[in-house]
């Protein structure tokens, strides 16, 4: 698994629309349309391997990133996987949204419910970082759930509320930048608790995490209307607890979780391996919330728990 080795290729092809071709490890774009509460809007998406796969693996990104975060990964899972990455509503390449307060879990879990009914699968595997694991684990916790197995990363049923304000202090915020250099420092401040990741895979979560303004200089690719039903639902909130969710599922479930996470106490995860689907924890050693998979032991991880029923 040369993942390390094909890191510079994705380096040049992060843009959208410079991957692709007739490899089934190419990098592909999609779009499907999604009803919310206010009318239609479109979910961006990219997919990696054979399109013919019934093996499905949905990768779901946290709060203010996209799918285009988990590019290394879905590279070295493609010949196993059709690997498909959403841009959830309000980020990367899909719409953005008229009223701020659709931003919300029910318009994600059903834009991905309509994905899922368009890729013609009845089950598929699913790997979420941080929101993205709460979207899983609420679509994994109903009867006749479409996930079959389940990877939270960095995310579980109890989150601290000192890490939601701290969030909170960023989210919406983000200045305009002239450059992808100036990007680059601000994206390394905030996401500092990635863990030391190199210069190259810095860059590389920067042109994936920003876009092109149409006047001209970048901006982060997330909608800064996201914060205003964040605020609203969490600053003013006790600690989240959502145990009856997590205790409802019963699929094989991993949990990832970073070794300095604010958003995941350590006694949570614990806990997690005790109750509910009794997870498989998994600690990651020097890297806060969240492991982004940039690295090839922690694609490994994820590997060996999804391929488990194939060894």
Not at 148 to 157: F, H
Not at 229 to 254: E, M, V
Not at 284 to 303: C, D, K, S, T, Y
Request: aromatic share 8%.
């Amino acid at each position: 698994m040369a993942i390390l080795k094909e890191f510079e290729e994705l380096i040049v092809s992060s843009r959208p629309g410079q991957a692709g071709g007739s490899s089934p490890r190419a990098m592909r774009e999609g779009s499907v349309q999604c009803l919310g509460p206010h009318g239609l809007h479109r979910m961006a998406y990219t997919e990696w391997g054979d399109r013919a796969n019934p093996r499905v693996l949905l990768c779901v990104h946290g709060l203010t990133r996209n799918g285009r975060d988990f590019d290394v990964l879905a590279n070295a899972l493609a010949e196993d996987y059709r690997v498909v990455c959403p841009d959830i509503v309000g980020r990367g390449g899909s719409d953005r949204l008229p009223f701020p307060d659709d931003y919300a879990l029910p318009t994600y879990a059903n834009d991905v419910m309509t994905l899922i009914a368009r890729l013609g699968v009845d089950a598929v595997h699913w790997l979420g970082t941080s929101m993205g694991g709460l979207i899983g684990m609420f679509l994994a916790s109903l009867p006749g759930s479409p996930i079959a197995r389940l990877v939270l990363n960095d995310v579980g049923p109890v989150i601290a509320i000192d890490a939601l304000r701290r969030i909170g202090e960023y989210l919406g915020k983000a200045p305009d930048f002239a450059d992808l250099v100036e990007a680059e420092a601000y994206v390394r401040n905030v996401c500092a608790p990635f863990g030391a990741l190199s210069d190259a895979q810095w860059r590389f979560m920067t042109v994936v995490g920003t876009r092109v303004k149409a006047g001209g200089g970048f901006e982060m690719n997330y909608d800064r209307a996201i914060a205003q039903p964040y605020q609203k639902a969490y600053l003013d909130a006790k600690d989240i607890s959502l145990w009856p969710l997590y205790d409802a599922i019963r699929c094989p479930t991993l949990v990832l979780r970073g070794a300095q996470s604010d958003i995941l106490p350590y006694e949570t995860a614990v806990e997690m391996g005790t109750r509910g689907p009794r997870a498989t924890v998994v600690e990651v050693p020097n890297v806060g919330h969240a492991p982004m998979f940039l690295e090839e032991g922690q694609v490994r991880i994820v590997q060996d728990f999804l391929l488990a029923d194939r060894r």
